[in-house]
């Protein structure tokens, strides 16, 4: 029996090699089990006819994300809200949440469609942007949502609270809010902790603060954070999510984050393993 019958299938659009994974893919989802809906990225190098992508999401039961990390981040922070699991094919550079290789695609797929997968949910963060009390902006991160510093290479000043609780002001580049999917990505690049998917947490990261006892903090990701920019500092500022949209910000702003109520889901190989990934990714018991 096929677990899903209607496909989903998206890409990344600057890369001359999916064109292969892509004609790959297609031919294996002609079949007559399946119905094959193709986003109109990934139509551009099949050369037929696609469709947005807010008008897939009432007819497909599953998702093929081809490219990296970054276009799984893209799409799927737009998929999460539907409840559409993903499968993702790497042909990235890095690949923490794409974890078929090309050379792999129908081995994989053909186990995963008949029933032989793992499932996973990733928690996401939603974070609000206001200014006084008008709201400049808002989204939702699968990795993180950063603050930063814009324009100037010059600290910003900020203060954190956590559920109402005052944790400390500080002066520094920026701050980084991640999941523990994002634990893998600009967190772990600032000294933050690797954190399990399976993790109900969210880790913050100062970015060069300006006090070096300011150290990353792992809380629980129930809990409500609220960051302001304070008024006696005043540098420009960019909140960002998973490094792929902005909202810009100026001091006397207020950041309001929090658990996203949807999940993203991931299906894996059969096979998959978590430390695994880990070893390959960052080198690890690698002998000299």
């Given amino acids: 029996m096929i677990s899903f019958t209607t496909v989903g299938l998206f890409s990344k659009d600057n890369d001359e090699k999916i064109k292969i994974a892509l004609n790959t893919l297609h031919h294996f989802f002609t079949q007559p089990a399946f119905q094959l809906y193709v986003d109109k990225t990934s139509a551009k190098f099949l050369d037929i006819e696609g469709i947005k992508i807010e008008a897939m999401v009432d007819k497909i039961d599953i998702a093929i994300i081809i490219g990296g990390d970054g276009t799984l981040l893209k799409i799927g922070r737009f ?6 699991p993903i499968i993702g094919i790497n042909l990235g550079r890095l690949g923490f949440l794409v974890d078929i290789s090309p050379e792999q695609i129908i081995t994989q797929l053909n186990a995963i469609f ?9 928690s996401l963060l939603h974070a609000s942007a206001y200014r006084s009390n008008t709201l400049l902006g808002e989204g939702r991160a699968l990795n993180d949502v950063v603050l930063h510093v814009r324009n100037d ?4 000043e900020f203060t954190t609270h956590i559920d109402g609780k ?5 002066r520094a580049d920026g701050i980084v809010i991640a999941t523990p999917t994002g634990s893998t990505a600009y967190s772990l690049s600032g000294g933050g902790p690797i954190l399990h998917p399976e993790l109900d947490a969210v880790v913050l990261v100062p970015i060069c603060s300006h006090t070096l006892t300011n150290r990353p903090i792992v809380v629980s990701n129930t809990g409500i954070i609220e960051i302001n920019l304070c008024e006696s500092r ?21 950041i309001i984050i929090h658990q996203e109520k949807h999940k993203l889901t991931l299906i894996h190989p059969k096979q ?13 018991s690698i002998t000299l």
């Fill in 79 to 84: 998929l999460s809200e539907y409840n559409i």
């Fill in 114 to 122: 008949k029933g032989e997968y793992i499932k996973e949910s990733r």
């Fill in 153 to 156: 290479i010059r600290m910003i």
């Fill in 166 to 170: 005052f944790v400390n002001t500080q």
């Fill in 234 to 254: 005043k540098v420009n500022s960019r909140l960002s999510f998973d490094g792929q949209a902005n909202i810009a910000l100026r001091a006397g702003d207020k």
């Fill in 272 to 284: 998959y393993d978590y430390y695994r990934i880990l070893r390959n990714k960052l080198g690890w």
